[in-house]
């Protein structure tokens, strides 16, 4: 019913009143207004209309005959819970105000109604309606989208489209969380180079030898336990994109092997004899503050420069709040999937308590208390006490059980890949997954059995 | 149609400061301003006032003091809105009157409330 994906249209109102003059009148105001305006005279005849005017907001008296409007929210609720709404009465309660706060109801507003009251409020309801899920300006890769409503986005969004287009080394720069390995895809994908590969290693994940080896490969025999010939990641991404996440951790030894390459676009596996011409586009990200690294010695400078031809920052959630109220409404959205289950809302106070957190892990830790709030929320109303306890067990640095089952997965299967010298057969047959699901564990966690098999021989 | 009486007469067009928490007095026949946006709007509001008036003295003589005070309720919740606060006072004193099953009082809002409809003047702003 909302978040139609139009943009600039007129938002539409249903408008619900059992008395036809305050109805007229309330319509009036709001066509004046610039709204687009349908008009029910019961809640039965509101239902029947709902599914035609496509309302983002949907306004009601209290106090009708037949079904009133506590009830009619409620079953607005019921086909769509983030639908917003309001509540016009002369002669509301308390327990009535409470059940519409309950029911998330944006506004309560008390008649007689001034023109100024009733317009503001609106403006406000409308201003609270979650932003359509996808827009067009919204960037999809093919790992996810990237979503932003932010001037500072857009700004990034704009180079990163200018860039994509170049072959220069780009390094990207920001915080943990902020999407820096979506940004790198996002380069990939829109520039000449989407058809080739897009290669990525994270540069702390692996121990000195072993990233030595997964970059420039080696030849049989290199070393004790190179059985085999293996082709390095930037022969693997030859004519696309290798991306160099947290380089910044990068051994110094290592460094100047990657520096060579970038300066002489040729690779020389280890043990090798011979020099293989390479073209790739090098994309380096890290959080850490390279050029600190360089004053202490820690980073190379020749190597910091070859790589900082084109810096990208991305922000961080704080300086992009804005973006908060497309990022959560995209999370509900693909956690609803995800799950086959209809979709959550925040209540307003709830929305604004994550709008006004800080998220010093920016939009990984913001999905993380989403995604915490929506397995919790026993109603489709996600309250603020739900949020503010999901941030404060964000704040202790808490992993969800997703990301904690997945660490646990990928260093169990490591050690298995380890203990049986990288023998996927044998590995599979003691974690107790046919070798086809061991190989898709393997893809899941970006392992290779053959890396362990080298190093452990 | 019953005739108004002197008093509902005189507190339409005069008020009645003796009585506090009542429509408040007027010194000559009410004009009321209401947008000229609403212009449009105004022929069948009052029209729709006529027959509720109409109706309500229907309910006073029936002794339906509930229906009578949903009626002026719902009368109160518009009127003020589209600019006739009077009525809007008119039909609260009326509500009031029908919740505490006063006939006299309500009555004599009744006639107020005719009163107000046959003087009232409309400044369009």
């Known amino acids: ?312 920052h991305v922000p961080p959630l704080r300086q992009r709040a804005e973006d908060i109220p497309a990022l959560l409404e995209f999370f509900l959205r693909h956690l609803a999937e995800r799950t086959n289950e209809a979709i959550k809302r925040f209540a307003p106070e709830a929305r604004a308590a994550l709008i006004q957190a800080p998220f010093p892990g920016n939009i990984r830790q913001l999905q993380n208390v989403v995604e915490r709030c929506v397995v919790l929320s026993s109603s489709t109303l996600i309250t603020r006490s739900l949020v503010t306890e999901a941030l404060q067990d964000q704040t202790l640095g808490m992993p969800t059980l997703d990301d904690a089952k997945n660490s646990f997965e990928r260093r169990y299967i490591a050690g298995l890949l380890r203990a049986t010298n990288g023998n996927v057969t044998t590995a599979a047959k003691i974690a107790g997954r046919n070798r086809t699901e061991f190989y898709n564990l393997l893809a899941r966690h970006c392992l290779r059995a053959e890396t362990f098999r080298q190093r452990d021989n | 149609m019953r005739m108004p009486t002197l008093k509902g007469w005189l507190e339409a067009c005069f008020g009645d400061t003796s009585k506090s928490g009542e429509p408040s007095m007027n010194t000559a026949a009410p004009t009321v301003e209401v947008d000229a946006e609403l212009a449009d709007l105004i022929p069948q509001y009052l029209s729709n006032r006529w027959s509720d008036l109409a109706f309500a003295r229907q309910l006073l003589a029936k002794g339906d003091f509930y229906l009578l005070s949903r009626m002026a309720h719902r009368i109160r919740g518009s009127a003020a809105s589209y600019g006739f606060s009077r009525l809007g006072d008119i039909a609260q004193a009326l509500e009031s009157a029908a919740e505490q099953q006063d006939a006299a009082k309500a009555d004599a809002q009744l006639e107020a409330y005719d009163a107000f409809l046959r003087s009232v003047r409309i400044d369009y702003i």
Request: proline share 5%; with cysteine; aromatic share 4%.
């Open chain 1, 1 to 312: 019913m909302s978040n139609d994906a139009e943009p600039n249209r007129q938002p539409r109102i249903l408008l619900v009143d059992d008395d036809t003059d305050h109805l007229a009148l309330c319509s009036r105001w709001l066509t004046l207004t610039g709204y687009k305006v349908a008009s029910a005279t019961s809640g039965t005849a509101a239902l029947a209309e709902l599914e035609q005017a496509r309302p983002d907001l949907v306004i009601s008296d209290l106090i009708m005959d037949g079904m009133n409007g506590l009830r009619l929210l409620s079953e607005i609720h019921r086909q769509d819970p983030v639908l917003p709404t309001m509540i016009m009465s002369g002669m509301a309660g308390v327990p009535d105000a409470l059940e519409a706060a309950h029911l998330g109801v944006s506004a309560f507003l008390e008649k007689p109604l001034t023109k100024e009251i009733f317009l503001s409020a609106v403006a406000e309801a409308l201003d609270n309606v979650p932003p359509p899920a996808f827009e067009a300006g919204d960037l999809q890769t093919s790992a996810g989208r990237l979503v932003y409503r932010s001037a500072i986005m857009q700004e990034l969004i704009g180079r990163v489209h200018r860039v994509a287009a170049g072959t220069s080394t780009v390094m990207l720069s920001g915080e943990t969380g902020t999407g820096k390995e979506l940004i790198a895809l996002a380069l990939h994908e829109l520039g000449p180079r989407r058809e080739q590969p897009f290669v990525s290693i994270n540069c702390s994940a692996l121990p000195e030898q072993l990233l030595e080896s997964e970059l420039f490969g080696h030849e049989k025999g290199a070393f004790t336990g190179a059985t085999t010939r293996h082709t390095g990641l930037f022969q693997a991404a030859d004519g696309g994109t290798l991306f160099l996440d947290e380089i910044g951790d990068m051994p110094l030894s290592l460094q100047a092997k990657v520096l060579r390459v970038l300066q002489d676009f040729a690779v020389r596996p280890v043990g090798g004899l011979h020099s293989v011409k390479i073209d790739v586009r090098v994309i380096s990200a890290t959080h850490q503050d390279l050029t600190e690294m360089v004053e202490h010695k820690q980073f190379r400078e020749d190597l910091y420069y070859r790589l900082n031809v084109v810096p990208l």
